[in-house]
Structure formats: C-alpha cells, structure tokens
C-alpha cells in the first residue's frame, strides 16, 4: 500500500516554494516521513531556480508533535543510508541544512522532539505567540537523535541548550525566542501574511548571492556531520528500553499522540513519573 503523502508542495513561483506537513491528529514524523522528506529535499537541491523554501503545518495546536513511537522500529533500523552515508533521519537533517536555498520553519503550535530536530535544521524560525517548543525525551529515558545537542548548542550557548535538553520541559514562544531557538515570535493571526512577505523578500533576491551567503555562514556554524552521527548512536542505544516503557505506556493511557490531553502538556507530563 502507497503511504499518503505528508508533505503538500505549492510552488508559489518558481523561486519560493510552501510545503505543508501532515500526518495525523498531531503531526507524528515516522518511517514514511522520513522517506518523503529525503524525497523532498533531493528536488529542493535540483532545482536551478529555487531561492526560498517555507515549511509549514495547518494542523491545530500542531507544527511537527514528535516521532511517532508506535513506528516500526525495525524499518527504520533497516533502512539505507542516505547520501552523506549517514542514517536517513539524520542525513535528510544535515542536508537540509545544507541545501542552497533559504528554508524558513513557520511554526504554529507544538513541534518538540524531532519536530523541534526538523526546525532546528531549518535556517530561520519564525514561531506564533501560541507555539511551543521542546525537547522531552530526557523525560523518557532517551538521548535526542538528530542533532539537537549539536544545533541547541550552537544557537542558545552550552547553558541554555543544557537547560532545554535536561529539563525537557516546554518552552513557550516568547522565552524560546529570547534564548534564541527561534528568530522570533509573530501574533498568531499574522504568522503567515509575515513568514509569506519574508519569503517573497528573498526569493525577489539574485539566487546565486543567497546561496553564496547561506554557504559561507553555513561554513561558520554548522556542527560536523560526526556530531549528528553521535546523536543518533546514543538515541538508538537509549530509546525504547524495557524500564522506560510502563511509562510511556502510561503516557498512552493519557492521551500521548492525540490532539487532547497529556499531548498538549508533555513537558510537564515527562516530570511526572
């Protein structure tokens, strides 16, 4: 069976594409997005007249909630890996970041976890006075898998990042802008008139100076690839082990990976064990 496509793709004109995301009541990443994902930036890296990407989400209360911990941990175990010769997952993230274009994450509502590892890997974060931002999986026993630490680092200092990643708490737009997570927060109602005008600012830009600029300051402050290898070698070394699960089971019982309940308060949730 076809999976269903996640990403929906308007080529506004050709410099400046919108993708939006869905999957599912909350936005879940899983095998198939990350194969629709590799799929998606394999053209974004084609195209000879591309400038800008925006990514987007039209799912209430839901940018990108988290991976998806009912997926099959066997195929994403098996599966092949990408073209920097890393791990699908983490190398459609290093690519990402790498691509010549502008790629902007327009984030409305919860994205934490690999959602939050998707915007990290984007090159600018504009997020809704509603948005809310996290890594939690501390809270499950579990070391992020793509990129976080590399990224968190990076953008906010050795401080803040060890505050996010330990506490693993939510962190609502104003304070993950004022550490510098995202560029900056946006009334809700505004978002998309605001990211939409940026992006056409920049795609009305000569291609070749965008990408030359991106490229240099890529050179400045991207983590090596061998960091975000690391990351997902001790997410895969940590992740669902046998002593964490009555918990995440519970977590279940309270409504994790649907649209209510323990799923809009998860950072608060993970401390409550």
């Known amino acids: 069976m076809t999976a269903a496509q996640q990403f929906s793709l308007i080529k ?11 999957n599912g009541p909350v936005n879940l990443m899983d095998p198939d997005t990350v194969d629709q994902l590799a799929a998606l930036i394999g053209d974004i890296e084609k195209d000879p007249d591309l400038t800008v990407v925006v990514f987007r989400s039209e799912t209430p209360g839901y940018f990108m909630a988290h991976w998806d911990f009912l997926s099959d941990g066997a195929r994403v175990a098996a599966m092949r890996p990408g073209p920097t010769g890393l791990h699908p997952y983490v190398d459609n993230f290093i690519r990402l970041s790498r691509v010549p ?8 509502g919860r994205t934490r976890g690999a959602g939050s590892e998707f915007a990290l890997a984007t090159d600018i974060r504009f997020a809704s006075d509603r948005a809310v931002l996290g890594q939690f999986e501390v809270g499950v026993g579990a070391v992020p898998g793509g990129g976080a630490m590399a990224r968190l680092g990076r953008l906010v200092g050795r401080g803040r990042a060890l505050e996010i990643l330990l506490g693993g708490d939510d962190l609502v737009a104003a304070l993950a802008a004022d550490y510098g997570y995202v560029n900056r927060v946006v009334p809700d109602a505004e978002l998309e008139a605001f990211t939409d005008r940026f992006a056409r600012r920049i795609a009305a830009f000569d291609r070749v100076a965008v990408a030359g600029i991106k490229s240099l300051v890529d050179e400045a402050t991207l983590p090596a690839d061998e960091e975000l290898a690391a990351g997902l070698k001790a997410y895969f070394s940590t992740a669902g082990r046998p002593e964490h699960r009555p918990f995440v089971k519970s977590l279940f019982d309270q409504g994790l990976q649907q649209p209510d309940g323990v799923e809009a308060h998860l950072g608060a949730a993970v401390a409550n064990r």
Do not use: G, L, S
């Open 12 to 22: 506004v004109n050709p410099a400046y594409w919108r993708v939006t995301f869905a």
């Open 101 to 108: 274009v502008a790629t902007i994450a327009e984030i409305r």
